[in-house]
């Protein structure tokens, strides 16, 4: 069965560093999104990609993040200057015709700000 | 507003007896709803969808769903539980005219007692 696959599964940094976590979608999926989870709360969304723009993001998707499909397979996120709050798991997800469809989610990046 | 509610935080029953998980929300329409899976460590995995039709809906792993219209409920069945079921589970909603992107519940973490 088709996989999201995200890289690494755990990243520790210090902060005000920047950090990339990457994604490698299902390979027909048109829409594309992160989330993140901090320990012990929901599930938050961050961004939505679609034809290689964003098509929506939430007050959490601030200028010290971005994100980029740089070659038409990975989609990456990527957090500037990370601070300690960033400490979250993050998650890829993709779909083939929009959230409709219900996502396909990676297994996550643990992210650790110290 | 737009809300998803997950009553319980944490539901402990016993392997071979039937589980129930609860999920609500607040919205002047139908929307998209989902189950979702995730095991420790794991992503999240889809388990059912309900978008419109038949009320009960079954998914994967013998898990079930009931959309209850009146009740703005969207509940979560399995007659019997297996060991294997212990997991966090997240009832998630996608609000027409709410964007591309699914609203999660704050999650039921199941423990399953042999």
């Known amino acids: 069965e088709p996989e999201v696959t995200q890289t690494p599964s755990h990243q520790v940094t210090q902060m005000g560093q920047e950090v990339i976590l990457r994604c490698v979608p299902i390979s027909n999926h048109l829409y594309f999104y992160w989330y993140r989870q901090i320990l012990g709360q929901k599930v938050e969304f961050l961004v939505s990609f679609y034809n290689n723009e964003i098509s929506e993001k939430s007050e959490i998707f601030d200028d010290q993040f971005s994100v980029e499909r740089p070659d038409g397979s990975n989609f990456t996120l990527k957090i500037r200057s990370t601070k300690l709050e960033d400490s979250a798991m993050y998650f890829c997800?993709?779909?083939?015709?929009?959230?409709?469809?219900?996502?396909?989610f990676g297994s996550g990046t643990r992210l650790t700000v110290v | 507003a737009q809300s998803v509610t997950q009553p319980d935080i944490h539901i402990t029953v016993s392997e071979g007896a039937s589980l129930e998980l609860r999920c609500n929300y607040s919205y002047g329409a139908t929307p998209y709803l989902f189950w979702y899976v995730q095991s420790p460590g794991q992503g999240l995995q889809l388990l059912l969808k309900?978008?419109?039709?038949?009320?009960l809906v079954q998914g994967i792993k013998g898990f079930e769903a009931e959309f209850k219209r009146s009740q703005s409920s969207f509940n979560l069945r399995k007659p019997s539980v297996h060991w294997s079921d212990a997991a966090e589970y997240f009832c998630a909603v996608l609000f027409t005219g709410g964007g591309n992107k699914l609203t999660f519940g704050t999650g039921t973490q199941l423990k399953v007692e042999l």
């Open positions: 997800a993709s779909s083939e015709q929009g959230a409709t469809d219900g996502y396909t």
């Open positions: 309900y978008f419109s039709g038949d009320t």
